[in-house]
């Protein structure tokens, strides 16, 4: 099974941390078997998946024993967003938190869109 030593290879030379999707691996003929391969790994708990097509190679604490640490909501947003071709903003209040003119924090993530992208 080539198909299935190419992914866990690719997915292990990744650095820990890293959201990828199913277009990640458009390259490799089959893609019935990308798909049983990660779903697979994400039965041994080598990967984590966070949603239709979106995985994480999860980042792991063996300092502290945290164990798996969560990707955080903007990695995810942003995957998600990449996979759909959609434009995702931050709301106002977190604007003015990422620039530096407000110290208030949200405690929910809010994004806006206007749907797709335009190319």
């Keep these: 099974m ?3 030593k190419d992914i866990t290879e690719r997915i292990n030379a990744w ?3 890293k959201i990828f999707s ?11 078997a990308v798909r049983k391969q990660l779903s697979r790994l994400c039965a041994e708990g080598r990967i984590l998946r ?8 999860p980042v792991i604490d063996h300092k502290w024993g945290l164990g798996t640490i969560p990707a955080t909501n903007e990695a995810i947003a ?3 967003s990449l996979k759909n ?5 931050h ?3 977190a604007a003015q938190n990422i620039l530096g003119l407000s110290t208030q924090n ?3 993530a809010v994004y806006l869109t206007y749907g797709p992208r335009l190319a």
């Design 85 to 89: 071709g959609i434009a995702l903003y």
């Design 106 to 108: 949200q405690m929910n």
């Design 15 to 17: 650095k820990r941390g």
């Design 91 to 93: 709301s106002k209040v």
């Design 50 to 57: 966070y949603g239709r097509g979106i995985y994480y190679y």
């Design 2 to 4: 080539k198909t299935a």
């Design 22 to 32: 199913l277009s990640d691996f458009a390259d490799l003929d089959n893609q019935v």
């Design 78 to 80: 942003t995957a998600y």
